[in-house]
């Protein structure tokens, strides 16, 4: 995989390349200190990945994003930001950025979601493959279009991903489960208690049980991050906007007791609360 990182900041380029290099992700193809440049140079470069910091001066990531997407159809984004603004990180999903890697860069977070993007774009471009075996097998004169990796999504998609993202567990096995059930509720104006949650599994798979046991994993994921959170920094803005709303306070408290040590038991999710909460946050 080729890799294109833009940064004004020269020493987070050279910690992501350091990053990318040790761990073997892919090859640096290039860099570039602002957006305006880069434009010229991913063009001759044609990367898989492009790295983008959210704020630059003269031309920020989004716009950069928007412009790129034109005419880089099978290029994946990964915005690099410290920023924790809803509406901001709203755009930036909408502009067609799939991951988000937070400022200060964490090791751990480069190397997670450079193999997640990896990951989408390896399989994508088998199907794009195998699309175009069978249709000259089958005598089509149409090639097959090629796959669109910022294909646009609904409003209530982005959102939910930015909550998932900001919990922690976007990339975590149960998360295609959620967003699978949270859509469905939304476009059919549900919310679960109407059917049992085994009820609404059965609509996406043969194995509801399993559905649900990765939704339930994911949840408890996603407050032990908020409580991990919490101990960090009990002012963080997603512990406060989530530990109280998505989650039940007095138990993401818990958690907290229990990974300080000073309770033997664990917080507890109610799942249907946690999936109300989810189509609740993503319509607004």
């Known amino acids: 995989m080729k890799l294109y990182l833009i940064d004004d900041d020269k020493n987070v380029v050279n910690i992501l390349k350091m990053i990318i290099e040790d761990r073997q992700l892919g090859s640096v193809c290039g860099t570039c200190n602002n957006g305006e440049d ?3 140079d991913v063009k001759l470069c044609n990367p898989d990945i492009i790295i983008v910091d959210l704020l630059m001066p003269e031309m920020d990531g989004i716009t950069f994003v ?16 410290q920023v924790s603004s809803k509406d901001m990180i709203a755009s930036a999903y909408e502009s067609g950025v799939e991951f988000f890697i937070q400022k200060p ?4 977070e480069v190397v997670t979601v450079l193999n997640n993007v990896i990951q989408t774009l390896s399989m994508n471009r088998t199907l794009l493959k195998m699309q175009n075996i069978f249709e000259k097998e089958l005598g089509s004169v149409q090639p097959a279009t090629p796959f669109n990796f910022n294909t646009r999504e609904p409003k209530h998609i982005t959102k939910l991903k930015s909550i998932l993202q900001k919990l922690g567990i976007l990339g975590d096995h149960g998360s295609k489960d959620i967003i699978a059930l949270v859509d469905y509720l939304v476009k059919h104006e549900e919310h679960v208690g109407e059917s049992t949650l085994h009820e609404l599994c059965s ?5 509801p049980k399993s559905v649900e046991q990765r939704i339930r994993r994911a949840a408890i994921a996603g407050m032990v991050n ?6 960090e920094d009990y002012s963080n803005d997603t512990f406060i906007e989530y530990a109280s709303s998505i989650y039940n306070f007095e138990q993401v408290r818990k958690e ?4 300080r040590g000073k309770s033997e038991r664990h917080g507890n999710v109610k799942i249907k609360n946690f999936l109300n ?3 609740a946050f993503s319509k607004n």
């Open 256 to 259: 907290m007791n229990y990974i």
């Open 226 to 231: 908020l409580a991990n959170l919490g101990i």
């Open 277 to 279: 909460s989810l189509v």
């Open 38 to 40: 880069a434009l010229s």
């Open 105 to 108: 860069i964490n090791g751990v």
């Open 66 to 81: 928007k412009k790129a997407k034109s005419f880089l159809l099978d290029t994946a984004f990964i915005m690099l930001s």
């Open 203 to 207: 609509k996406f798979s043969d194995s």
